[in-house]
Each structure stands twice: as structure tokens, then as C-alpha cells.
């Protein structure tokens, strides 16, 4: 039976990569091999239009038609994470979309227009889903500068399900899971590498590019957190944390660029990443990737 969007929500959620053509179209249809193994491997949710989906890279159009077919590619076999985002109209025309494609909740973007205010994202995050028909919300929080008042807010609106706190600041996230609900999960939204410190202030689950690669890992590190063994999950993540070094170099440049080089050099060629990302690694970080590949045997 597949999960329920509350059980998920404490697993892992797997940011899936967006697909091209020769043409450089979005070709989604790439997708079938790492959606399979991933959810063999055991994965909680797998996660459409995130930011290692290129999500601003992609059209509204582009954006859309990848949320119905991995909606179809998972036919059922887990709950489907859709991103939202953009400029008020794109976002509620995404919401709609998502939710008649049948995805089973949104994960809400942070916005990053230079005039946001912290209640106009509350506006923001109503009208997205009055858009969607009530469907469930996860917050992508980037940015904690907001404060923890317009956290509580934000996170008080009906039908906020959870957080993606993707920021390297463990004791902020502590003091915001306190001042809101207590039904809010707070997930790990930095990956593998920060996974341990946010399960010690209570984040559940937590998110991953590194499952279009080596799914077992990720889950083997969320298994080690859900029991309570630090030090397994520790020296698992020190296992793969090159890779996460890979992706963080240039200012984050080269995060989707080191998950589409892993899976060209595994044989599941998804397309170069689109600009202003970096593509390809430089011989310097292909080395490297071929280095972790080459230590793990990943096949």
C-alpha cells in the first residue's frame, strides 16, 4: 500500500531531475528507469518541479507537463510532491494543474521577487491553494531572515502540512518548530549532509537529489536517523558526501550539473542542465565524479 502524504512527509523526499531531448525539450519519459529504482530502493515521495528539477529553468507550459507525466509515471506506487511557484498567476495555474494531474500535495516555493513581504506570502500561499482545491502544502523555506513570527504565520494558514527548512541554521528551526503547530513536520530541506543535525533539534525526513543516483544510500541514512543511530548515519553520509561537494562548488552552480553528469556516466543520459547553471563540470570536478562513482561501484 502506498504511504500516506504524513507518513512521506517524515521519509524522504526525492527531488527528480528534469529530463531533455536532443532538442532540448523536456522529455520526461527519461524518468522511467530512475523513478523505478527509487521507489524499489524504497523512497517515501518523489518530488516534481523542485529546484534539482530546474524548476525556474522551466516554462509554466514545461513545468506542467512534467507534474502529469511523473504524476503517470508513478501511477499510484507513492504520493507525488508538486512545486509551485513563480509570479501569483504561473503559481495558481501550476496549482491548478497539479492537482488535477493528481499529484497529492504542493511544495510552495519561497518567492524570490526583491519586494516580498513575509504577509504577502501568506496571500500568496492562500491563493495557491484556493487554486489547487484544497490540496495539501509543503513550505520551501530558503530564507529564515523572515523571522520566526512570519514563520508561525505562514505555517498557520489552513492546510500547511509541513516545512522544507533549507537553511544551514539547526537552532532557528528548533525555535521555529516550537511556535507553530505541533502537527507541522519539519523536514530537512538541505540533503543527506545536514540530515543528522536537523534530526537532533526534531526535523523528520528529509530531502535528496542523490536518490536519481544512489537511492540505497539515501535510504539507508534515513533508516539509521529513524532509529536513533547517529553515528551509522554519520559515517554513512561521509560516504557520499563528495558528491554533495561536487554539487555545492560554484556558488551552488554545479548542483544539478553533478546529479545529470552522474547519471550520463551511469548510462542514463537525461540532457545537459540549462543556464545560467554550470554545464558540464570542469575537468577538475569531473574527476572527482568519476572518483566517488568509481569508490561506491554505482552502477
Not at 521519509?11 to 528534469?18: A, E, N, W, Y
Not at 511544495?107 to 500568496?124: A, E, K, T
Not at 540533503?191 to 537511492?215: C, K
Request: glycine share 10%.
Amino acid at each position: 500500500m502506498p504511504l500516506t502524504l504524513d507518513q512521506a512527509l517524515t521519509g524522504i523526499s526525492g527531488i527528480l531531475v528534469t529530463p531533455y531531448d536532443d532538442k532540448g525539450d523536456v522529455a520526461p519519459q527519461k524518468l522511467v528507469p530512475i523513478i523505478d529504482r527509487a521507489l524499489s530502493a524504497g523512497l517515501h515521495m518523489p518530488v516534481v518541479n523542485g529546484n534539482t528539477g530546474e524548476f525556474y529553468a522551466l516554462t509554466t507550459d514545461e513545468a506542467s507537463t512534467m507534474v502529469r507525466e511523473v504524476v503517470a509515471l508513478v501511477d499510484g506506487r507513492a504520493p507525488v510532491l508538486a512545486g509551485i511557484g513563480r509570479g501569483i498567476r504561473d503559481a495558481t495555474t501550476l496549482a491548478k494543474t497539479s492537482a488535477e494531474a493528481g499529484a497529492t500535495a504542493l511544495m510552495i516555493h519561497q518567492p524570490p521577487d526583491p519586494f516580498v513581504s513575509p504577509r504577502g506570502v501568506v496571500n500568496y500561499i492562500k491563493a495557491v491553494a484556493d487554486a489547487s482545491g484544497g490540496l495539501p502544502m509543503m513550505l520551501y523555506l530558503r530564507n529564515d531572515a523572515i523571522g520566526t513570527r512570519a514563520i508561525a504565520d505562514l505555517c498557520a494558514v489552513p492546510g500547511v502540512k509541513g516545512v522544507k527548512w533549507a537553511t544551514p541554521n539547526p537552532l532557528k528551526l528548533a525555535e521555529a518548530k516550537a511556535a507553530c503547530d505541533p502537527a507541522i513536520v519539519w523536514v530537512g530541506g538541505l540533503a543527506e549532509v545536514w540530515a543528522p543535525s536537523f534530526y537532533a533539534v526534531g526535523a523528520r525526513g528529509f530531502t535528496s537529489g542523490l536518490i536519481n543516483v544512489w537511492p540505497e544510500r539515501s535510504l539507508a541514512i534515513h533508516a539509521a536517523l529513524e532509529a536513533g543511530n547517529y553515528a551509522e548515519a554519520n559515517e554513512l553520509v561521509a560516504g557520499m558526501r563528495a558528491f554533495e561537494d561536487i554539487r555545492a562548488e560554484e556558488m551552488n552552480g554545479t548542483n544539478v550539473t553533478g546529479v545529470k553528469a552522474a547519471l550520463k556516466a551511469l548510462g542514463r543520459e537525461c540532457g545537459p542542465t540549462r543556464p545560467p547553471s554550470a554545464w558540464p563540470l570542469t575537468p577538475a570536478q569531473q574527476g572527482k565524479l568519476d572518483a566517488f562513482i568509481a569508490a561506491n561501484q554505482l552502477r
